[in-house]
């Protein structure tokens, strides 16, 4: 099973340890079994944890078993990085280990190196500083997450959501990974790219929300959408239309729809035996060279390694080829 070991440590945000513990600790594979073994980790029984205390179970000799290594944010970017946390990170990443960052967790993982020469990214709040303490780091302070492989680091707060559920599809698929968002109570629908800088508006009274029009959205993906069929389900011009989603979504709505067509072609090609000539009409693509191009761009692999990388994870459930 994959082992996450999730480093905990005085002034460790709370809330950035409890996402990866929530995410990974929910994930279920299609027979039931759980999709990882998480443990939480110190290099001291008691963890200070500002407003309250942590007692953990686990020593850093665990990340020396582990498949991933997530850091937490840290409070007080201040605070000296124990030496001993930092070689136990070190020792995983040479065995192999993937390890993540979340928030200000990045800032532990420069401290170890392991980011020298590698795009990164941090909380947008602390991304000047990230980048004038480790001057090798290519800092990036505008997306919400970014993967360089065996190191991954996100923004804060739901970023972290996001890393994580990127990781979950990674390992087990988008069918696994849009079930633990589900139980998660988050939305599987932000990639890396998308900016930082959202306002994430709540639903309010004037018609702004655009939680509607995404749904909707969603239950047509199969037909061709125009941005004046969007704007009209919203009762809205296009330019308010544009602003509006830019605001609650941080992207265009060509380029969610697009994301949205994408996930469920993962979804298909995991779960059904259609042939990707009939995922890509099934999810609104009019042409299949369109659907490759833009799967591609989105999932870094073709339909038909997608679908041979993750066939065996999980059960086709329709027959028809189309």
């Given at each position: 099973?994959?082992?996450?070991?999730?480093v905990?440590?005085?002034?460790?945000?709370?809330?950035?340890?409890?996402?990866?513990?929530?995410?990974?600790?929910?994930?279920r594979?299609?027979?039931g079994?759980?999709?990882?073994?998480?443990?939480?980790?110190?290099?001291?029984?008691?963890?200070?944890?500002?407003?309250?205390?942590?007692?953990?179970?686990?020593?850093l000799?665990?990340?020396?078993?582990?498949?991933?290594?997530?850091?937490?944010?840290?409070?007080?970017?201040?605070?000296?990085?124990?030496?001993?946390?930092?070689?136990?990170?070190?020792?995983?990443?040479?065995?192999?280990?993937?390890?993540?960052?979340?928030?200000?967790?990045?800032?532990?993982?420069?401290?170890?190196g392991?980011?020298?020469?590698?795009?990164?990214?941090?909380?947008w709040l602390?991304?000047?500083?990230?980048?004038r303490?480790?001057?090798?780091?290519?800092?990036?302070?505008?997306?919400?997450?970014?993967?360089?492989?065996?190191?991954?680091?996100?923004?804060?707060?739901?970023?972290?959501?996001?890393?994580?559920?990127?990781?979950?599809?990674?390992?087990?698929?988008?069918?696994?990974?849009?079930?633990?968002?589900?139980?998660?109570?988050?939305p599987?629908?932000?990639?890396?790219?998308q900016?930082?800088?959202?306002?994430?508006?709540?639903?309010t009274?004037?018609?702004?929300?655009?939680?509607?029009v995404?749904?909707?959205?969603?239950?047509?993906?199969?037909?061709?959408?125009?941005?004046?069929?969007?704007?009209?389900?919203?009762?809205?011009?296009?330019?308010?239309l544009?602003?509006h989603?830019?605001?609650?979504?941080?992207?265009?709505?060509?380029?969610?729809?697009?994301?949205?067509r994408?996930?469920?072609?993962?979804?298909?090609?995991?779960?059904?035996?259609?042939?990707?000539?009939?995922?890509?009409s099934?999810?609104?693509?009019?042409?299949v060279a369109?659907?490759?191009?833009?799967?591609?761009?989105?999932a870094?692999?073709?339909?038909?390694?997608?679908?041979?990388?993750?066939?065996?994870?999980?059960?086709?459930?329709d027959?028809?080829?189309?």
């Amino acid at each position: 099973m994959h082992r996450v070991a999730i480093v905990a440590f005085d002034d460790v945000v709370a809330f950035d340890l409890s996402i990866a513990a929530q995410v990974f600790g929910l994930v279920r594979l299609p027979d039931g079994r759980p999709g990882y073994e998480v443990r939480v980790c110190a290099a001291a029984r008691e963890v200070d944890a500002g407003a309250f205390r942590l007692r953990v179970r686990h020593g850093l000799a665990e990340l020396r078993r582990a498949d991933t290594v997530i850091l937490p944010g840290i409070t007080d970017l201040g605070r000296p990085v124990p030496e001993r946390l930092l070689r136990a990170v070190r020792r995983a990443a040479g065995a192999g280990a993937r390890v993540a960052s979340i928030c200000t967790g990045a800032f532990l993982l420069a401290a170890t190196g392991l980011l020298d020469g590698r795009r990164a990214t941090t909380h947008w709040l602390a991304a000047g500083e990230l980048a004038r303490r480790f001057p090798r780091v290519e800092v990036d302070p505008s997306v919400l997450y970014v993967d360089c492989g065996q190191m991954l680091t996100s923004a804060g707060a739901a970023a972290g959501f996001d890393l994580c559920l990127h990781m979950v599809r990674l390992d087990h698929g988008a069918a696994v990974a849009a079930e633990a968002a589900r139980l998660s109570v988050v939305p599987l629908e932000r990639d890396g790219g998308q900016a930082q800088f959202i306002v994430h508006a709540p639903p309010t009274a004037d018609g702004c929300s655009l939680r509607r029009v995404l749904d909707w959205m969603e239950e047509n993906l199969h037909r061709e959408i125009a941005l004046r069929d969007v704007a009209r389900r919203a009762a809205m011009s296009v330019r308010s239309l544009n602003r509006h989603f830019k605001e609650q979504t941080g992207t265009t709505p060509l380029q969610w729809l697009l994301r949205a067509r994408v996930r469920r072609a993962q979804l298909l090609l995991e779960t059904t035996a259609r042939s990707v000539e009939r995922v890509a009409s099934d999810v609104g693509f009019g042409s299949v060279a369109a659907f490759r191009q833009h799967f591609h761009r989105a999932a870094g692999t073709s339909p038909q390694a997608y679908r041979s990388a993750f066939r065996s994870r999980t059960r086709p459930q329709d027959g028809r080829r189309g």
